[in-house]
């Protein structure tokens, strides 16, 4: 069974702390993606990885960035947290071409709240 | 400027009856279409797709269908059960293949 586990699933951190968020994924995807959800927005992709050390910025990567040192894993970091990055993060992961729905994969979220 | 666009956040559906969720896109280089459903504190999962080549995808009781002049995809739901209800979120594929943009979603909810 494909899992993208992400490992916290509810952080509350203070404005200004230095946030890690961490996804694996065991499937042996190239591709890795992080978004976050917010009502009415939709998914809004962050950042995405094509494979070990490279990092592509998506849609809204102000504030944010990525290490992704080995295949299996993939980090979101706020390098200083603000109270507008509360959200739901979602991490994904895929083969090099996503070629129907069940090739790519999500992860069960990680809720966010900056005070 | 959004890519992929649900223009109705919600949609309130009697039991039995169908639910219609429409979506649009602007660009052209898209492929593939796909429909997520998502339950609070879960991440999304898949539900049906279409490719760009048909216009219509059926699945139980999922049907996508796709108007490719128009660039509009809409999802039916018949008959709707309670279970349905979530947010939907309506995906597209550019056709290089390896990410995709989502809409901005719309919540179902199916009164019993």
């Known amino acids: 069974d494909v899992k993208v586990t992400q490992s916290s699933r509810y952080l509350v951190k203070r404005t200004g702390e230095k946030v890690f968020l961490e996804c694996v994924q065991d499937?042996?995807?190239?591709?890795m993606f992080w978004y976050r959800q917010d009502p009415g927005l939709g998914l809004r992709l962050i950042y995405f990885?094509?494979?070990?050390?490279?990092?592509e910025k998506g849609d809204i990567p102000e504030g944010y960035s990525v290490s992704r040192e080995k295949k299996e894993r993939f980090s979101l970091i706020l390098e200083s947290a603000s109270t507008n990055q509360t959200s739901m993060y979602l991490c994904?992961?895929?083969?090099?071409?996503?070629?129907?729905?069940?090739?790519?994969?999500f992860g069960e979220g990680s809720w966010l709240t900056v005070v | 400027d959004q890519q992929v666009k649900q223009n109705s956040p919600s949609l309130s559906v009697q039991e039995g009856r169908i639910s219609i969720l429409n979506c649009d896109y602007t660009n052209s280089m898209f492929d593939y279409f796909l429909w997520y459903k998502k339950y609070p504190a879960e991440g999304p999962t898949f539900l049906i797709s279409i490719s760009s080549i048909k216009d219509k995808n059926e699945d139980g009781r999922f049907t996508v269908f796709l108007n490719k002049s128009a660039k509009h995809l809409s999802l039916h739901i018949v008959p709707s059960q309670p279970g349905d209800s979530a947010v939907y979120f309506c995906?597209?594929?550019?056709?290089?293949?390896?990410?995709?943009?989502f809409g901005g979603g719309t919540r179902l909810m199916v009164k019993p």
């Open positions: 994904a992961s895929s083969f090099v071409r996503i070629t129907s729905g069940n090739t790519i994969y």
């Open positions: 995906a597209a594929r550019h056709n290089a293949g390896n990410m995709l943009t």
């Open positions: 990885s094509y494979d070990v050390k490279m990092k």
């Open positions: 499937m042996d995807h190239e591709n």
